[in-house]
């Protein structure tokens, strides 16, 4: 998969003011990521209500916008969701869907996940879905089970259109900690993830398997040299405009 270019997505989480942001992307737009990171394709995922801002603001170049989450609904009455075509009527293109945070904090089951992504194909959006072990799982060897029993659900709920995701593995017990998998315990896992998605699925070898769990400036080339990270789901570090802009230009 080496060959592919790298997908490098930032996921700002509930973070950002209107004028905070404004100025992060402006910072991103004089980064000239096309010219400056040409072997990486970006995305910045923000909160809800400022989307459109940044689709604004980002309109006509190469950064693209997705967003945190999405319902699996596509209208009714499902108050406090966002559905899939309301989000592509902005123009954004990604959906970050089964984020750690989101299962733990919201009990989004894997069963939800997967069909949170089905949705967000439906609707013409790119769904960015989220696996990744605890600590305590790790520990207990479970990694394979759990990561495995996640993009089960993904796999069956999906059929053909499973070529269309991206997954991003983000072992949970490096999200936000400043402790990054090795780049040896990222790959391992993400070659495990690449055999499961091609026995499912021969053109499922093709689907992005970003990395996500700390990756900053100087982690982030190490990480993205190994043979199946094809790209990284960048949170604390997508926030300032240097560091991914760094990260994209280490694609
Ligand atoms: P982090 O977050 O880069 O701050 O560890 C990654 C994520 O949760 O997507």
Same mark, same amino acid.
């Given at each position: 998969?080496?060959?592919?270019?790298?997908?490098?997505?930032?996921?700002?989480?509930?973070?950002?003011?209107?004028?905070?942001?404004?100025?992060?992307?402006?910072?991103?737009?004089?980064?000239?990521?096309?010219?400056?990171?040409?072997?990486?394709?970006?995305?910045?995922?923000?909160?809800?209500?400022?989307l459109?801002?940044?689709v604004?603001?980002?309109?006509? +170049?190469?950064?693209?916008?997705?967003?945190?989450?999405?319902?699996?609904?596509?209208? +009714?009455? *499902?108050?406090?969701?966002?559905?899939?075509?309301?989000?592509?009527?902005?123009?954004?293109?990604?959906?970050?869907v089964?984020?750690?945070?989101?299962?733990?904090?919201?009990?989004?089951?894997?069963?939800?996940?997967?069909?949170?992504?089905?949705?967000?194909?439906?609707?013409?959006?790119?769904?960015?879905?989220?696996?990744?072990?605890?600590?305590?799982?790790?520990?207990?060897?479970?990694?394979?089970?759990?990561?495995?029993?996640?993009?089960?659900?993904?796999?069956?709920?999906?059929?053909?259109?499973?070529?269309?995701?991206?997954?991003?593995?983000?072992?949970?017990w490096?999200?936000?900690?400043?402790?990054?998998?090795?780049?040896?315990?990222?790959?391992?896992?993400?070659?495990?993830?690449?055999?499961?998605?091609?026995?499912?699925?021969?053109?499922?070898?093709?689907?992005?398997?970003?990395?996500?769990?700390?990756?900053?400036?100087?982690?982030?080339?190490?990480? *993205?040299?190994?043979?199946?990270?094809?790209? +990284?789901?960048?949170g604390?570090?997508?926030?300032?405009?240097?560091? *991914?802009?760094?990260?994209?230009?280490?694609?």
């Amino acid at each position: 998969m080496a060959a592919m270019k790298k997908l490098v997505v930032g996921n700002w989480k509930m973070h950002g003011s209107r004028s905070v942001n404004a100025e992060l992307l402006q910072g991103l737009l004089a980064a000239d990521l096309s010219t400056s990171a040409p072997r990486a394709d970006v995305a910045v995922c923000p909160p809800f209500v400022y989307l459109a801002d940044a689709v604004a603001a980002l309109q006509g +170049g190469a950064i693209a916008v997705g967003s945190q989450d999405v319902s699996v609904q596509a209208q +009714g009455a *499902f108050t406090g969701e966002v559905a899939g075509p309301m989000l592509r009527e902005l123009g954004v293109r990604y959906t970050i869907v089964g984020h750690s945070e989101r299962r733990t904090y919201h009990a989004e089951s894997d069963q939800l996940v997967a069909d949170k992504a089905r949705a967000a194909l439906s609707h013409g959006l790119v769904p960015i879905v989220c696996v990744g072990e605890t600590l305590a799982e790790r520990e207990a060897d479970q990694t394979e089970a759990v990561v495995g029993r996640q993009l089960q659900a993904v796999i069956d709920t999906l059929g053909a259109d499973l070529v269309r995701v991206v997954v991003a593995y983000e072992p949970v017990w490096a999200i936000g900690t400043g402790k990054t998998a090795s780049p040896e315990q990222a790959q391992a896992v993400h070659a495990f993830l690449r055999a499961r998605l091609t026995a499912a699925q021969a053109d499922a070898a093709r689907v992005p398997l970003l990395y996500g769990g700390s990756v900053k400036p100087d982690n982030a080339a190490e990480l *993205f040299s190994q043979a199946d990270i094809d790209g +990284g789901l960048i949170g604390g570090a997508s926030l300032k405009a240097a560091d *991914f802009a760094a990260i994209a230009r280490a694609a």
